[in-house]
């Protein structure tokens, strides 16, 4: 047992680490229940796709609206315990409407309304929780890192969570939010054990327009991690593209129904975990940048093949290879953007990228779901690939840079 707790939790990360983990793990968990539960408390209110489409929608705008405002407090506060204070007002929350659930029958206002509360907490939380890992463990260390806590991304939010969430609905419409919220608590508790040191925090008075603008220059600044985050703008507009199909071309294209495109989605998130199990290997034998031109390749072909298929185990096996690709793609970005930022600008750099990523998605599919009506169910894969391969040609060559991103920072950090 010992020899796998050090495996999985190496001594030399520190105990720092070992909660932080183990905090993500839980949090993950309990956020993956809502995954389930948010959509059928809504949909148990109303059959209308629209405003089903909205209870999904408010929990993701608050990342559009809020994300640099929350990267600025991030570098402006003592991020452990804006991480802590949130998720406790978070759990509160929830508690809250598990017991009005419990007691009376909540209509779709108030229901929509709590799913944006939540949604704009979520983004607090993530990002300052997202700038502790540079904090406590060593530089070498923090693709070790992230590799863990995106294991529990992948195993509590999407594998085990929504599973979860789903079977505690069937019990009642209370019970999934009341354990969210205590999962919740339970990681803000954990997150109190860290012991983190004080970051340099921004000379001044804190001014949000001015503390944004600093954040966008340093990004725009420099080279690796603008190209990086612009990179992964424009991945997403084309992988949005494609998924916003899947559970279309699942049906129409490969003739599968439901329980048919949740095991594809599955076999993802496996390979994902395959991912997991392979990226301490990975990043001691292949460099950085060889890791993110292989895997752009290997998502621009994922494109292609699930395009030309009509195989169901074809196109799993496709979905798994892209799935191991984008555990090691996500690991790989997010150490050489952590490695290349400066502490006290982790939160704002963080909160762009991450609009980013969100930001990629949501144009993505509304591009996929034009394309899809005028030329057909694999149009969006099709779109994909040739915008994929087009974008790979582009930064080809500035990958090598960015995959050195992190040199660059301790030459002048």
Do not use: C, K
Not at 206 to 221: H, K, N, P, Q
Not at 274 to 281: C, F, I, K, N, Q
Not at 364 to 383: L, Y
């Amino acid at each position: 047992m010992g020899r796998v707790v050090e495996a999985v939790l190496p001594a030399r990360m520190g105990t720092a680490f070992r909660w932080l983990m183990a905090s993500s793990w839980v949090g993950n968990l309990g956020d993956g229940v809502a995954l389930a539960a948010g959509p059928l408390l809504v949909a148990a209110r109303t059959q209308d796709p629209l405003l089903v489409a909205l209870g999904a929608l408010l929990q993701q705008l608050p990342w559009l609206l809020f994300g640099l405002h929350a990267g600025v407090l991030a570098d402006r506060v003592d991020r452990r315990v804006l991480v802590m204070a949130v998720d406790l007002a978070r759990a509160g929350v929830l508690a809250v409407l598990a017991t009005a659930l419990f007691t009376a029958d909540v209509g779709l206002l108030p229901v929509l309304a709590a799913l944006f509360v939540l949604g704009t907490a979520e983004v607090f939380a993530d990002t300052a929780a997202g700038t502790l890992l540079p904090m406590v463990v060593d530089r070498a260390d923090l693709g070790t890192g992230n590799a863990r806590l995106t294991a529990g991304t992948l195993t509590m939010n999407q594998l085990a969570g929504p599973a979860v969430g789903g079977v505690l609905f069937l019990a009642g419409a209370a019970w999934p939010f009341l354990a969210q919220a205590v999962l919740v608590a339970l990681g803000a508790v954990l997150i109190g054990r860290m012991r983190v040191p004080r970051p340099e925090r921004p000379p001044g008075r804190a001014r949000i327009g001015r503390d944004i603008a600093e954040g966008l220059r340093w990004t725009w600044g420099n080279a690796a991690v603008r190209t990086l985050t612009l990179t992964i703008v424009l991945f997403n507009v084309t992988y949005g593209a494609a998924w916003s199909v899947l559970v279309l071309y699942a049906d129409q294209r490969l003739g599968l129904g439901a329980a048919g495109f949740g095991l594809l989605t599955t076999v993802g998130a496996l390979g994902g975990i395959v991912g997991t199990a392979s990226y301490d290997w990975l990043e001691r034998h292949v460099g950085m940048a060889t890791l993110m031109r292989v895997g752009l390749t290997i998502e621009t072909l994922v494109h292609a093949g699930l395009a030309l298929t009509t195989t169901p185990w074809v196109a799993a096996s496709v979905l798994f290879v892209f799935g191991v690709h984008a555990f090691v793609w996500g690991t790989t970005s997010r150490t050489v953007r952590m490695r290349a930022v400066p502490a006290a600008l982790q939160g704002r750099v963080g909160s762009l990228y991450a609009m980013g990523v969100l930001g990629g998605i949501l144009v993505g599919q509304a591009v996929g779901g034009v394309v899809a009506r005028v030329w057909g169910v694999t149009g969006p894969f099709w779109f994909a690939f040739v915008g994929s391969a087009a974008l790979l040609v582009l930064v080809w060559r500035e990958l090598g840079h960015v995959g050195h991103a992190d040199d660059a920072a301790v030459t002048t950090t």
